[in-house]
């Protein structure tokens, strides 16, 4: 039932585009505070804009509240101390969604800068661990509260050219799996989506800007869009308390 998420405060990393974007969009048209944050502030305020007016168009009495926050999740730095910068009336979080995360090259070991490795590994591994540490914390104090993590295909199997991907996304689902267990005795619900092709920017940063070589991944399927993820997000969020939804894995019908 989505009347579940009135008034219920989300976190999103990596919110200004792409999968995160139309997830905080979702919340706001069901009723959700939506805490936005990314490193691009100012589309991540557009983002927010839109935000507010999907929960108005939504007719929604409950006057959600939708705010920004700068944070790459990969610098150590700016989450010691990030639950103080968000708003004090937003600060009891009840879902965090660690979606930011990225992919640079499609490089075989030989070819691996180990900077690049290291930046993904900070982002989509380090970064998500240490936010979900935090909140995590919160939320054993508060018991409540969902961590819903983005894993991907790409954690179920490994392919040529994408080591150092298939590596971070495996380590979110051992590390994602590993903390559902840990906190099988409390009422905080832990959740990994594992998309397969979503054409987001995520598709032309994957291939350092090649716009025609993003699309030819694409050929003789329609991949999935944003959308249909911050959907499949959102009915996680939404199922009642005594429901976890571990893993949800979805794929373009002509994916296998
Ligand atoms: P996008 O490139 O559209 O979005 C990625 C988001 O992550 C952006 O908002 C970006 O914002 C943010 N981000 C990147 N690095 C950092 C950082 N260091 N700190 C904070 N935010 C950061 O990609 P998607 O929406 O497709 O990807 C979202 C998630 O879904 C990722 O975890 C990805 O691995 C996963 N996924 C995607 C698939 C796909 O095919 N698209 C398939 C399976 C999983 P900014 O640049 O403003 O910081």
Known sequence: NASRLIGKTVLITGASSGIGAATAIL????????????????????????????????????????????LD???????????????????????????????????????????????????????????????????KKRKTGHVINLGSIAG????????????????????????MRELVDTPIRVTEIQPGMVETEFSVIRFRGDKSAADKVYEGLQPLVAEDIAEEIVWAASRPPHVNLAEVFVLPVNQA
């Open 73 to 139: 999740v990969s610098d150590k730095s700016q989450i010691n101390g990030f639950l103080e910068k968000i708003p004090a009336d937003l600060r009891e979080v009840d879902i965090l969604v660690n979606n930011a995360g990225y992919v640079v090259g499609v490089d075989r070991v030989g070819d691996l800068s180990m900077d690049n490795v290291e930046g993904m590994f900070s982002t989509n591994v380090f970064g998500l661990i240490a936010l979900t540490q935090l909140f995590v914390k919160d939320f």
């Open 156 to 179: 179920r199997e490994a392919y040529a050219g994408g080591s150092i991907y298939c590596a971070t996304k495996h380590a979110v689902n051992a590390f994602t799996g590993a903390l």
């Open 27 to 70: 919340f706001a048209k069901g009723g959700s505070n939506v805490i936005l944050t990314a490193r691009r502030a100012d589309v991540l305020q557009k983002v927010a804009d839109e935000c507010t007016a999907a929960h108005k168009a939504a007719g929604m009495q409950y006057g959600g509240k939708f705010v920004t926050v700068q």
